[in-house]
């Protein structure tokens, strides 16, 4: 009797289904998996089997209504998922107001691990207290606009320097996606001397209510999400007519920016700049940025009343 190998077998069945199989192979492996095409709402890319399989537990990205009044650039990451819940015109620009402190900060923290006593109490109060004398001084030392371009190279990303007309710090152009990679910096990179002081000083117990301008800080998120951990960043820009009326210990003397020319530009340089960013939840799980821009005219009380309840109604999660 003849025997059939098991090659052979395989070689037979093969040719009896050829009609029906585009292939055989004996080592059991496909070369080319089929793709399968997935509706995902939102979505039109065509994506594997196995794709589907590692993002099923991703949040989806979602778009967020902006209420009539003002404009937003938002963004929330979960950084527990690695990926972004919200994002809405994250890439648009605005003028940073106060954000680019945090810029300052990094940029003076990389050269000094240690901090001289002399300008710790600088360091501290312009990040808990957003005071602008104290950015002035450090952004002066650190070359100007030398400290944007330092900060790009570090953080791979594109934030525009100020140009004349607008010279000052607070004329920085940044976007909500710029944020977030700052607060991904700050909280997964940054050596602990940087990132554990920075935060901290943002952080309940140490963020201060009041400015050192005599403008309330506490819109957005220290408000929005009072019931849970935060940091935050704030930042605020015109506004000239509010009353300066918050008062908290040692206000400092002020070199304020002058108002900037009306001029064609893709940044809204005549409203009323109004930000509020930072991290949210058990184990710093979500950054959320919210940049707006609001009609020249629009009240202090507006303005914050309006952000604070839009941000409090973000998801932070999927």
């Not at 940087?194 to 220290?222: A, E, K, M, N």
Request: net charge positive.
């Amino acid at each position: 009797m003849t025997r059939i190998g098991p090659a052979a077998i395989v070689g037979l069945v093969c040719l009896a289904v050829a009609v029906a199989l585009a292939g055989c192979s004996g080592t059991g492996d496909d070369p080319t998996p089929a793709r399968a095409e997935v509706s995902v709402p939102g979505a039109t890319e065509v994506v594997t089997p196995s794709a589907v399989a590692t993002t099923s537990a991703t949040p989806t990205t979602r778009t967020v209504a902006v209420p009539s009044g003002f404009t937003a650039g938002v963004a929330v990451y979960d950084r527990q998922a690695a990926a972004f819940t919200v994002r809405h015109n994250a890439d648009q620009r605005f003028r940073s107001a106060s954000l680019v402190k945090l810029l300052i900060a990094v940029d003076y923290l990389l050269t000094h691990r240690t901090i001289p006593a002399a300008d710790k109490p600088r360091l501290d109060i312009m990040l808990s207290r957003s005071d602008d004398a104290a950015a002035s001084h450090f952004y002066t030392l650190g070359g100007r606009t030398a400290v944007i371009a330092r900060m790009n190279a570090l953080l791979g990303i594109d934030v525009v320097p100020p140009t004349a007309p607008r010279t000052g710090w607070g004329s920085t152009e940044v976007s909500a996606a710029h944020l977030v990679r700052v607060y991904r910096y700050l909280l997964d990179e940054a050596p602990p001397h940087i990132g554990q002081y920075v935060v901290g000083r943002l952080r309940t117990g140490t963020f201060t209510r009041c400015g050192t301008d005599g403008y309330d800080q506490s819109f957005g998120i220290p408000t929005a999400f009072a019931g849970q951990p935060w940091a935050a960043k704030q930042g605020w820009y015109e506004f000239a007519a509010a009353p300066k009326t918050c008062r908290s210990a040692t206000p400092a003397a002020l070199a304020v920016e002058a108002a900037a020319p009306v001029g064609a530009a893709p940044v809204d340089w005549t409203g009323e700049a109004l930000h509020t960013t930072g991290i949210v939840g058990p184990n710093d799980r979500s950054i959320v940025v919210v940049l707006t821009v609001h009609p020249r005219g629009t009240s202090y009380a507006t303005a914050t009343a309006a952000v604070t309840a839009f941000a409090k109604a973000l998801p932070l999660t999927g």
